[in-house]
């Protein structure tokens, strides 16, 4: 995968909010991601249900406990 691919774009459904707040497991699609090594780049292409930078915060914060198992 790091060979191939060399930016996400994340966005849950519906109606393209943060991470978290719709219908994608982000938490394990982010585990997914990193177990397979990736250490790219990560969009976050959303319409924030909350203040932005909340919603940034939150982002990171799940990506985080995604990645915890790996440091």
Same mark, same amino acid.
């Given at each position: ?9 994340? !966005? ?8 978290? =707040? ?11 991601? !990193? !177990?397979?090594?990736? =250490? ?12 932005? =930078? ?11 406990? !995604? ?5």
């Amino acid at each position: 995968m790091r060979r191939k691919i060399s930016h996400f774009h994340v !966005a849950d459904v519906p109606g393209r909010h943060q991470p978290g =707040t719709g219908e994608i497991n982000y938490l394990n699609v982010f585990r997914a991601i !990193a !177990a397979k090594g990736y =250490t790219g780049f990560l969009g976050l292409e959303m319409w924030p249900t909350v203040d932005p =930078t909340q919603a940034i915060r939150e982002s990171i914060s799940l990506l985080a406990e !995604a990645t915890a198992e790996r440091r």
